[in-house]
């Protein structure tokens, strides 16, 4: 069994940064596929960036260049370093690790707001 939990969220305003964190517990977590996942209101949960157990990085089409995932496997932490962050990133944030069965945090709130 895994449990995720996210921290780091809040508010912030235009052109600003967070970081996210998802603290892991259970074995074998260096196995696992990391990833981050958003949600926005009257939208579908969409992927923002997972990394493999390799390091090799994967980003969705409007957080390119601007968001950074990475993992820490002896800290059994996933991090989302967040920057230049639009209104449009406004959504609650969930942690999710994969090795054949997905895990899922309860999510963290992101909102940009001037």
């Known amino acids: 069994q895994v449990q995720l939990v996210e921290s780091g969220g809040g508010l912030v305003q235009p052109g600003g940064s967070l970081r996210l964190s998802c603290a892991a517990s259970?074995?074998?977590?260096?196995?696992?596929?990391m990833g981050w996942y958003r949600q926005a209101p009257g939208k579908e949960r969409e992927l923002v960036a997972a990394?493999?157990?390799?390091?090799?990085?994967n980003y969705g089409d409007p957080v390119k260049g601007r968001f950074t995932i990475s993992r820490d496997n002896v800290k059994n932490t996933v991090y989302l370093q967040m920057n230049s962050l639009k209104p449009e990133d406004t959504a609650v944030y969930y942690c999710?690790?994969?090795?054949?069965?997905?895990?899922w945090g309860k999510g963290t709130l992101v909102t940009v707001s001037s």
């Open positions: 999710n690790a994969n090795f054949g069965v997905n895990y």
């Open positions: 259970g074995s074998m977590l260096r196995l696992y596929v």
């Open positions: 990394i493999a157990t390799s390091g090799t990085t």
